[in-house]
């Protein structure tokens, strides 16, 4: 079965730090990759998504993310990071091959210290 | 605001009792899906509806089932609860099936004691 893995359960970081958050699927076929962000108290809200062309996509927010088909990577970077970034991070991975589900991995806690 | 709307936002049931949960899409949208958010875990899939009819299913038992209206809105309902059933339940919509980037909802967060 498919599955997605975020290595870093919990990172903490000092602003105008920089962060990668590494994110890693098992499927090895056609992928539709994205990356939501879950800040307190509030719903999952999409930050950039990966469907073809250029392996590196910017989003919202000065995020940008580099799928690595190779590595079956899609991580999640942003050079310097402020204390509003303070959230919770899910990458999720379509098989977009006729399958509607997303399968997320377990996420990221990002907390950035002031 | 998401634009994806789930009442109630939180619930308190006893194991063994049936819940409704219910899901109305952003503007436009007129697919739904479900998602089953544990404490500490990632989303997961139960199933999606289009067209009033559920599409694609994930590995959830019998007793979780749901609905689809006339105006794309959605019920979750889940019969004789277990104690593993409490999560946070989370509702996405999009357009016509597209895998293209779903919105979420805040979610209910069903407690079972």
């Known amino acids: 079965a498919q599955s997605v893995s975020q290595h870093n359960h919990h990172v903490i970081l000092s602003e105008a730090a920089s962060l990668e958050l590494g994110c890693n699927y098992s499927?090895?076929?056609?992928?539709?990759l994205f990356w939501y962000v879950q800040y307190p108290g509030q719903h999952l809200q999409l930050l950039l998504k990966y469907f073809s062309g250029d392996p590196l996509v910017k989003g919202i927010k000065g995020f940008e993310a580099e799928f690595i088909k190779s590595k079956f990577s899609f991580n999640l970077r942003k050079p310097s990071v402020q204390w509003s970034d303070t959230a919770e991070y899910f990458c999720a991975v379509n098989e977009g091959s006729g399958t509607y589900k997303y399968i997320f991995g377990t996420g990221t806690r990002l907390k950035v210290l002031a | 605001d998401a634009g994806v709307t789930q009442s109630p936002t939180h619930l308190i049931k006893t194991r063994g009792q049936q819940v409704t949960l219910r899901c109305s899409p952003k503007?436009?949208?007129?697919?739904v899906s479900w998602y089953q958010q544990a404490l500490g875990q990632g989303p997961q899939f139960i199933f999606q509806?289009?067209?009033?009819?559920?599409?694609q299913r994930g590995n959830f038992p019998d007793r979780f089932s749901g609905h689809q209206f006339p105006n794309y809105s959605s019920e979750l309902n889940v019969n004789a609860l277990l104690l593993g059933d409490s999560a946070l339940y989370l509702c996405?919509?999009?357009?016509?099936?597209?895998?293209?980037?779903?919105?979420f909802g805040s979610g209910t967060r069903l407690t079972v004691v």
């Open positions: 996405a919509s999009t357009l016509l099936q597209g895998a293209r980037g779903y919105t």
């Open positions: 499927y090895g076929g056609t992928v539709n």
């Open positions: 503007s436009g949208h007129d697919t």
């Open positions: 509806y289009y067209e009033e009819e559920e599409r």
